[in-house]
């Protein structure tokens, strides 16, 4: 099945497309990706994932056409980002 996988970090933004075999898990879709070497520090014991912006577990099974998100920490508070505009 085909799926994607999204990821951000502060400099570059991926957007993997890729096919697994039914019955995939997140992790197994994530690993297979080759995401976690390209971007090694993505620590999945910490980092949350979701699929379309609603998180989800590890061993969560996804379906043909989802997006699988891994999401980081923010690093600024977004009130003080917003003081600093004004």
């Known amino acids: 099945m085909n799926i994607g996988i999204a ?4 400099f570059k933004q991926v ?3 890729l ?4 019955g995939s898990t997140v992790q197994e879709a994530i690993n297979h990706s080759g995401i976690l ?3 090694p520090s993505i620590d999945l ?10 998180l989800t577990r590890l061993n969560a ?7 699988i998100e891994i999401y ?9 980002v917003e003081r600093r505009d004004v």
């Open 37 to 39: 070497q390209q971007f």
């Open 7 to 10: 990821y951000a970090d502060r």
């Open 19 to 22: 096919e697994v075999p039914d």
């Open 61 to 67: 099974p996804i379906k043909e056409g989802e997006r």
């Open 45 to 54: 014991s910490v980092q949350q994932v979701g699929i379309f912006g609603k």
């Open 15 to 17: 957007w993997l497309q």
């Open 72 to 80: 980081r920490a923010i690093t600024a508070d977004p009130a003080e």
